[in-house]
């Protein structure tokens, strides 16, 4: 194989626009691609946006030269997007390459970290009658947990003191209901709880709580603007690990040693990247927990649990009422969450014995799967 640029053109648009770095191609697009006779370009993306910027900064990406041979059908073009759940990008493929820059689909092999079903990419296609693009499913991000692996976790028999850990950076709507829905039910001293009034994208707390009447009402309604006040003015910021008002440095970050943080909690509350896309996603938010030997709660697209089990994996359902996995609306089904974790909240001394020697099989299960399981690859 020839890959036409030494190394991947990465995109990313946010509040200040469209950045472009260099950074080294993936292991796995080389492994992958390196027995075809193909030349490829690749680009990686952050979302369906950074496909736009593609297009309007396509000579300094590719040259004149290099698009025309995308366009020629010469190069294929890989558009790696695989650390990202799919927000609409085939969408957009199909709308600006295929169908304005006469792109063959068969030249374009996008990759994401969706689980996709295979019908999305067909009826896309057809809509816009042609082919289908090549569309493969890769799970980087448990590879990249894997990874993390140092040495075997260890499952302690002490009882912790706090019931459950939730981690927080990116202030997504659902994450700033959950935080607002535990302080409002008196959660917010049972768990280590991370939470910042601004996070890295420059969201805003408060800001974003108001954007729930629309996105969240019934959540919403719930909210009493004293509440917020006094959340965001007196309690925020949280912190799990260090004092520092500091969105860098107070939280830990995906490289930073958290097992420590598992072992002092009961159980782990995970709000995965999102929730409403038509396709399954799982970040390390949700294999951290597996490669720590800690149950879970998940909240994520509805039937995400099932999803894992299909993998075969291992859910706490003789622990935890997981039936809010089969809720579909997505407001029910973290309110539900939150009374269930209120239960979970007020477990006895010896209930929570029980719970921590009824989970050990299944986490001890989950984890020698998990570190064992090399299938990040889907192709559909």
């Known amino acids: 194989m020839t890959i036409l640029s030494e190394k991947i053109h990465y995109l990313s648009v946010n509040n200040n626009g469209l950045r472009i770095e260099l950074r080294s191609l993936k292991s796995f697009i080389l492994n992958k691609f390196d027995k075809k006779s193909e030349n490829y370009y690749v680009v990686e993306i952050g979302n369906k946006a950074s496909i736009i910027y593609l297009i309007e900064n396509k000579s300094l990406l590719f040259g004149l030269d290099g698009w025309e041979s ?13 650390m990202e759940p799919d927000d609409g990008s085939i969408e957009t493929i199909y709308k600006i390459l295929v169908s304005q820059e006469k792109i063959s689909p068969s030249n374009i092999i996008f990759i994401t970290g969706s689980i996709q079903k295979d019908y999305k990419t067909k009826e896309t296609a057809s809509r ?11 799970q980087w991000w448990k590879e990249f947990v894997q990874w993390l692996q140092k040495k075997e976790s260890q499952i302690s028999d002490n009882v912790p003191d706090y019931t459950f850990l939730f981690f927080n950076r990116r202030l997504r709507p ?18 280590k709880v991370s939470a910042s009034k601004n996070d890295d994208c420059e969201n805003d707390f408060a ?36 004092n520092i008002n500091d969105i860098d440095n107070n939280l830990a ?46 909240f994520n697209k ?49 209930e929570k014995v029980s719970f921590k020697e009824n989970v050990k099989e299944i986490v001890e299960f989950n984890y020698q799967k998990f570190i064992r399981d090399k299938n990040f690859c889907i192709e559909v």
């Not at 969240?216 to 959340?231: A, G, V």
């Not at 970050?253 to 420590?260: A, K, P, Q, R, S």
């Not at 509805?302 to 089969?326: A, H, M, P």
């Open 128 to 138: 816009y009658n042609t082919e289908p693009i090549t569309v493969i499913s890769y």
């Open 70 to 82: 995308i366009k020629s059908g010469y190069a294929n073009l890989i558009i790696d997007c695989c």
């Open 302 to 350: 509805e039937f995400s649990l099932q999803k894992l089990r299909e993998f075969g994996y291992k859910t706490f359902d003789n622990v935890i009422d997981e039936t809010y996995d089969t809720i579909v609306n997505h407001e029910d089904r973290l309110l539900a969450i939150v009374e269930e974790l209120k239960r979970l909240c007020n477990l006895t001394y010896q």
């Open 174 to 191: 659902h994450r700033v209901a959950f935080i607002n829905l535990l302080y409002q039910n008196n959660l917010l001293s049972f768990g």
């Open 207 to 242: 800001y974003q709580t108001k954007k729930l009447k629309h996105a969240w009402p019934k959540i919403y309604s719930q909210i009493p603007s004293t509440n917020l006040s006094e959340l965001y003015n007196n309690i925020l910021p949280l912190y799990v690990d260090v």
């Open 253 to 298: 970050g995906i490289l930073d040693e958290t097992e420590v943080y598992y072992r002092n909690t009961l159980l782990s509350v995970v709000m995965e990247t999102c929730q409403n896309y038509d396709d399954w996603f799982f970040s390390e938010k949700t294999w951290k927990p597996i490669l720590y030997k800690h149950p879970f709660i998940l």
